[in-house]
Structure formats: C-alpha cells, structure tokens
C-alpha cells in the first residue's frame, strides 16, 4: 500500500494528473479517508482524551476540595476509581482499545494515589522516587497491556526519575550517560522484539520516539566533549560515533527508515556546528562565521541530496 501511495504521488509530481481531476484520482486510489475512516478516527480520538480527561478530573476535583475531603474520603475515591476501572478491564479484555484505555487510566491513577499518599502523610521523600515507585508499580500492568503506548509512558516515568535523581545530584554527566543507556537500550530491545515478529510492536512511530530521545542524549553527549576538556570527555565522543555507525548501519542496511537516517544526518550537523563553534569561531574573526555558515549549508544540501536517493532507492 505504502509503494502504491508513493507511485500515486509519483504521478502528481510527473504532472501526469489532469489538472481539477486531482480528488477523483486520490478517490479511486482510496487515499481520500472515508465516512467510515472519519467515524473509527474520531471513536478513537474521543476515547483517548476521555480517558485522559477523566484521570485529570479526579486530580483536579482533588485540588479543588482538598480541605474538605477527609483522609479516608480522598483514597477511597481514588481507590475506589481504580477499583472500577479493574472491573471494567476484567469485563471488556485486553485484546480491544477499550481495555487499553481502561489500563491506561489505571496507570493515572495509580500516580495520583502516590503522589496523595506523599502529600497526606508528609512522606519527605524526593520527587524522583514518586516516578521511580510509579513506573516500578505500573509494570505489571504494562506488561500484561501489550500496547506500545503504555511502554512510552513507562519509559518516560524511568526518564523523569532518571532526571530528577541526577538533578537533585547535580550530576549532568550522570544525566546524560544515564538517559543515553535507558532510551538506547529501550531502543535496542524494542528494535528487536519487532525484529522477532512481536506483532503488538509493528508500528513505527513508538521505536522513532525511543529513537528521538536516544538520539538527543548520543548528540548532548558529543557536544560536552567537545565543549569540555575534563576527564570523560572523549568517552562521550566514543559513545557518540558507536551510536552514530550503529544507526546507519542498522537503518541503511538492516531495517531501512528515511526518518530514523534524516535524525541521524541533523544529529551529526548540529555537533559539526558546535565543534566549529568551539574551535573556529572563537579564535578567528568574520572569516570563521562565513566558514561555519558554509559548512552548514554544505553539509544540509549534501544530507538532503542523500536521503532523495535513498528514498529512490527504497521505491525501487
């Protein structure tokens, strides 16, 4: 389907469309999204954001009558809202959205009552444990879901108690060689449990996001060492060229993904820019801005002139 969209638009683009007959082209392609597209996106748009909705309207209802809910009144509700929700999931399955959706809520909630349990009893503990306990409670929960997204959200509690922990250490070398191990061993398991046939995991769009973060701490990385002169340093460049050959050869050989390779070019033009930043433009006058301005707009028009074959290579 995806080769045959592409063709399509390969027609658009040769000009070998009838101008005005562009609607009734798309239409009989069956690209044009249909009453009952239209009717299945919005049933499952309205369930997401209900779901969500209704997790941030008992913490809202919290906030708003706090001091007139007792301490029993308050976990009751939220108890007693977790409570429904199991009884929904035992009622409806896993294997629909709307078992997903009542796990997702679980999930909510189940940081709600942490973080109530903090505020009634005072606990005086640190903010990363929240997410930690949070993220260690909801496991069972995401392993039975069998739905990405409630992987990402895992995920994305490990990186705020990840973050917290080395904020409050004042550690950004523990922060960024710590978010550089978790998302890029998030991404190494989620890329080959794909690779192994896990159906649940076929989409695209969750490894990206994985692939996103990764890919923002191997380029944060590069560009402390290339800014510092401390011990470390070139470990973080290390770190940077093994994830950088490791992308291109997984993404050009392996599993070939124009987005995942477009991340990987951007990622190299940016610590390119910050090295001539650090090691040109500060120790030469006008001359060194026009060089890095070169150096930009070469390596941007070499990358797009890379990737348009690649894609042409992956049509082929």
Do not use: C
């Amino acid at each position: 389907m995806s080769r045959f969209r592409e063709d399509v638009l390969d027609w658009f683009d040769a000009g070998r469309v009838v101008p005005g007959g562009e609607d009734a082209v798309l239409r009989a392609a069956g690209m044009l999204p249909t009453r009952a597209d239209w009717h299945a996106f919005l049933g499952r748009l309205t369930l997401w954001l209900g779901t969500v909705a209704l997790a941030a309207a008992l913490i809202f209802f919290f906030a708003f009558n706090w001091d007139d809910l007792g301490r029993f009144g308050k976990f009751g509700l939220v108890e007693a809202a977790m409570v429904a929700a199991l009884f929904g999931v035992w009622r409806v399955g896993l294997d629909g959205l709307p078992g997903k959706a009542l796990l997702l809520l679980l999930v909510l909630l189940t940081g709600a009552l942490l973080a109530l349990a903090g505020q009634v009893y005072q606990t005086g503990a640190d903010t990363f444990e929240l997410f930690a306990w949070w993220a260690v409670l909801i496991l069972p929960w995401v392993l039975v879901g069998r739905f990405a997204p409630l992987w990402l959200v895992w995920l994305a509690l490990l990186n705020l108690a990840l973050y917290l922990f080395a904020d409050l250490s004042h550690s950004e070398g523990l922060l960024l060689w710590g978010l550089y191990g978790v998302n890029g061993l998030a991404l190494i398991l989620w890329e080959t449990a794909q690779r192994r046939g896990v159906s649940w995991l076929d989409d695209d769009w969750p490894p990206r996001l994985v692939a996103v973060a990764s890919g923002t701490m191997a380029t944060a990385l590069a560009v402390r060492a290339i800014g510092s002169s401390a011990d470390g340093s070139a470990l973080g460049a290390l770190a940077y060229a093994a994830w950088l050959a490791a992308f291109y050869g997984w993404y050009r050989r392996v599993r070939p993904d124009l987005f995942m390779l477009a991340g990987g070019v951007l990622s190299l033009i940016v610590v390119v820019i910050f090295f001539l930043a650090e090691h040109v433009m500060e120790r030469a006058d006008g001359g060194g801005f026009l060089l890095t301005g070169l150096v930009v707009l070469g390596m941007s028009a070499g990358g797009a002139i890379w990737l348009k074959s690649v894609a042409r290579e992956q049509r082929a």
